[in-house]
């Protein structure tokens, strides 16, 4: 099992989890749960107590993974499988991503 606390301009969002190659779950943290001022983060992932689950990564996250020609390089000099996902996403979205989410890996 793998995580990762989501953050969104430097606060903490969530925590995203790979329970195994075909389990995933994203939880909104309580502190932006409660806030009205703070967005979802995605219009596909609304605000909510629950635990979103999936058998595949969430589309939000896995578009932030490179395509093509970048990821097979990526994968390549990090040694990480082009078909792990998750392990990828950890690898490459810690500080400079397009956009303002940002993971950083929960060691355990």
Same mark, same amino acid.
């Given at each position: 099992m793998q995580k990762a606390n989501v953050y969104r301009n430097g606060q903490l969002v969530g925590t995203l989890t790979q329970v195994n190659h075909s389990s995933y779950k994203f939880k909104y943290d309580n502190a932006w749960f409660s806030s009205r001022e703070l967005p979802a983060v995605s219009l596909t992932m609304p605000?909510?107590?629950?635990t979103y689950t999936s058998d595949h990564l969430f589309?939000?996250?896995?578009?932030?993974l490179s395509e093509g020609v970048n990821r097979k390089l990526q994968s390549r000099q990090l040694k990480i499988d =082009?078909?792990?996902?998750?392990?990828?996403l950890l690898a490459t979205a810690k500080t400079d991503t397009i956009g303002a989410i940002t #993971? #950083? =890996?929960i060691e355990e």
């Open positions: 605000k909510t107590k629950q589309p939000f996250f896995f578009n932030m =082009e078909k792990d996902y998750f392990s990828l #993971l #950083l =890996e």
